[in-house]
């Protein structure tokens, strides 16, 4: 038996292959672990005919972590690119919506162009820090004018 973990060498593929590995010992199983790593070779195979599955959703942090990135939204490295356009052709070419998480109004547009089903715009916490930052910004602004002092 030839046990294959799909997963581009993050740390919980990497666990679930140390996992698998236990339960193989254990179980004294005759049984082979392949870990695909490389992401062409994880889109070859039928995930994304999965029965009941209706959309897949990119992490784009994860995604350029697992490939050896820098974390992050809105990417540009075109190793990250490449990755995320294959996914979407892959989702396009079984009928499944993709979508992305994304950092700005004008990448969230563009990736909607790109043709993703659905994309989310930064995270609560990064929009309540945004609101925030320009209400003190703002406040700064008006008080050191009008007083000619600062915000306390």
């Known amino acids: 038996m030839i046990i ?31 870990h695909v790593t ?7 195979y039928p995930i994304l005919t999965t029965p009941g599955l ?14 050896g990135g820098k974390p992050g939204l809105d990417h540009t ?8 356009d294959e996914i979407l ?11 992305l998480h994304t950092g700005s109004p004008a990448y969230a547009k563009a990736m909607i162009e790109k043709g993703f089903d659905f994309v989310t715009l930064l995270n609560d916490s990064r929009l309540l820090t945004q609101a925030a930052r320009k209400v003190v910004e703002e406040t ?5 004018t009008a007083r000619g002092g600062g915000v306390y």
């Open 4 to 34: 294959k973990i799909l997963g581009t060498g993050c740390a919980k593929c990497n666990a679930l292959e140390n996992t698998t590995r236990e339960v193989i010992k254990e179980l004294v199983a005759d049984a082979a672990i392949e």
């Open 38 to 44: 490389d992401m062409k070779k994880i889109m070859e």
């Open 54 to 67: 209706d959309a897949v959703y990119i992490g784009p942090s994860d995604l350029s972590i697992t490939l």
């Open 77 to 84: 490295d075109p190793k990250v690119v490449a990755a995320i």
């Open 89 to 99: 052709a892959g989702c396009k070419r079984h009928g499944i919506h993709a979508g």
């Open 140 to 144: 700064k602004s008006i008080v050191g």
